[in-house]
Nanobody, 124 residues
Framework: QVQLKESGGGLVQAGGSLRISCAVN????????MGWFRQAPGKGREFVAA????????NYVDSVKGRFSISRDNQTNTVYLQMNSLKPEDTAVYYC?????????????????WGQGTQVTVSS
């Protein structure tokens, strides 16, 4: 069973940076496609970024392109989301997701495994 645990969320001022992490236990991390999603208060879950198991394919929602970067470390079984130039509209609970066949998909239905989420709050 694959288990995901996010960390690194917090409160940051607009324009600041934050890096959140997702530690993966179980399964074969090097074969997992990874994604980040977020959910703001009163809104549905939104795709943010995804990275294929090989690292060759990535996707980003338009609103974070040029500001966010997804990466993975196959030595520590961890995926990261580096967030720069943060805006108040980035405030949300950020969820890590994984699947062996997602291939950097933007649709949450392609991901089987999910973490509990980490809160990111950006103050204006």
């Amino acid at each position: 069973q694959v288990q995901l645990k996010e960390s690194g969320g917090g409160l940051v001022q607009a324009g600041g940076s934050l890096r959140i992490s997702c530690a993966v236990n179980g399964g074969t991390f090097s074969m997992l496609d990874m994604g980040w999603f977020r959910q703001a208060p009163g809104k549905g879950r939104e795709f943010v970024a995804a990275l294929s198991w090989s690292g060759r394919f990535s996707n980003y929602v338009d609103s974070v392109k040029g500001r966010f970067s997804i990466s993975r470390d196959n030595q520590t079984n961890t995926v990261y989301l580096q967030m720069n130039s943060l805006k108040p509209e980035d405030t949300a609970v950020y969820y890590c997701a994984a699947d062996y066949y997602a291939n950097a998909a933007v649709n949450s239905n392609y991901y089987t495994y999910w973490g509990q989420g980490t809160q990111v709050t950006v103050s204006s």
